[in-house]
């Protein structure tokens, strides 16, 4: 089962390389990963997308709370919440591509936000699925470059990961 | 007052009422050792090789249930140490050690002695800290005691570079700390516990499986008090030994890959399970899949939420410091009038008994051999089963955790979970330090006692009147008796060929030597070393080549499926 794991933890070098470390040790998938600090600049947010059973899951979110730099775990797969990634694509925009590509962002309502002679470079957000959507619905000769991401997540209502 | 990072460390250390700082001088912390030499707070133990000084510490942790301290330079200093903190990681025992580190613009730059410290040991580590400002050296070494001792021990580095140590900064001790990210549960949760002792109260086939966490947070006293109570049988785990007494008639002997027939039978066919600062791990329960789970209920306390759930299914987990959760379960147990079925348990300590008369430790008594099992049933003897015992890792750790039967905790000192071959020696020092006064023995092999021999000669700088019990059977044993049964007795560079002559050895470090050869100077010899008082007394056991260690569970099996002899 895919889960979508927040972490919060102390904003300080080498944190990373701990969660890093932890799931190469012990053999757990990553997916995706990302970290950056919040508005509380001591901390940082860190999200993992991450596969595996109900057991090696619940044992994921056991070994990040030994962590000592990380303050707080959620599993945010089981609750309601929302899950946004952000994607750059640089495509073909040369000849008919280029009238294509333009359409093609619209319809996934994407922002063209680089433009040359020869290549558009498509900004796209949204849930993972459609991320997958448009490169799906894209012409695989089309594409010259992609960058995601990884997922980030946020509970919904009042369900919220703070220190 | 202004005070260097030198005088801080030192200053720390003597706040923290350090009384031995085993270490290594090198260039990176010569700054450290040049205020060490200043002082007479606490002593300098210096060792022969880093790896030894870590394993010092933690004998001496683990002997005084207090935190371990250990100092070496940055480089080759930090990655000999990494065999001791591992070891001390994986037995979760309290250390800090600080390393040296080239100083912080030379950091990256592939400088002499440069080693990246804090990646190196990450993984091996409770926690560790790379100090980058001097005006944070004070709190990291206060945070890294802390978190050092409290929760599940464990070691903890922190790295020093050189500039740091003579920077200046205003020195104050913080007399407490907390970590918004760090707070260890002791107290277990109350109805958890309820829904235990109502489980043990229900009990019919019970079995108590203690291990390394009752040592560890000091709860061999309770957990006696409690097994008393209910009169069911107990196990202790290769860590937990001495947590219960061993000769006492509830006591099954160890359970696991040598355990004795009787504990892991009762462990097999129990119908409540009560986990008690124990792990589950693949030396003791083999196979979790062959790990009968048919009608039988476990209850887990462990202060490791993680350790919990983690290779075997618990109905009843109990999350919190062992003495604090049975001092709660013994509590309700003395207010309630309910007792376990004693019918039940009278018909399950006759089956108890009928395992135990298997005498599954039997060996052949007779033998013109010197059989390693006689010498440590005669060691026992003569120290009165009140030793403090270190051992390394192989088969004379086996046979010293299956006949020397402690009484009591923290006597029992070994590398369980990293089994970490040349642990013993430079572990026994630290525990004679700590207990200048008491009988402290080394239980080893020819091979292991090569892996750190070089530290007879700190005993004899600091006078450790250690006993040096080598089993010397010229085989690393332990390889060997699996090639004999599971590799078709091709011995594999198993054999421990040029030995040298242990007795010339000690003698030239300045200690006793002995050998012995016959089985009727087994006893007589133990009694003149044990008589040293002063002296390191080095017994070199010409031992039987061919014994092997039973009961044995083979790798990947399960509890009831044991090799007997």
Redesign the interface.
Known sequence: MRHIISIL??NE??AL??VA?LFS?RGYNIETLNVAPTEDETLSRMTIVTRGTE?VI??II??L??L????KVIDLSEGRHTEREMMLVKVKAQGEWREEMKRMADIFRGRIIDVSDVTYTIELTGAVSKLDAFLEALDKSAIIETVRTGASGIGRDDRVLK? | MELTGAEIVVRCLQEEGTEFLFGYPGGAVLNIYDEIYKQDKFKHVLVRHEQAAVHAADGYARATGRVGVALVTSGPGATNAVTGIATAHMDSVPLVVITGQVATPAIGQDAFQEVDTVGITRPCVKHNFLVSDIKQLAATLKKAFYVASTGRPGPVVVDVPKDITTQKAEFSYPKKIKLRSYSPVTKGHALQIKKAVQMILDAKRPMVYTGGGVVLSNAAAVLTKLVRLLGFPCTSTLMGLGGYPMPDPLFLGMPGMHGTFEANMAMQHCDVLIAIGARFDDRVIGNPTHFSQDGRKIIHIDIDPASIAKRIKVDVPIVGNVQDVLTEMLKLLQASHERPDAEALKAWWTQVELWRSRDCLKYDRNSTLIKPQFVLEKLYEATGGEAFVTSDVGQHQMWTAQFYKFKQPRRWINSGGLGTMGFGLPAAMGVQLAHPEATVVCVTGEGSIQMNIQELATCKQFNLPLKVILLNNRYLGMVRQWQEFFYGNRYSESYMDALPDFVKLAESYGHVGMRIEQPGDVEGALKEALGMKERLVFLNFITDQSENVYPMIPFGKGLSEMMLV
């Open positions: 933890m102390e070098a080498g390389s701990r470390g040790a057991d619940e044992q056991k070994q709370n030994k000592i730099d990380v303050v220190a």
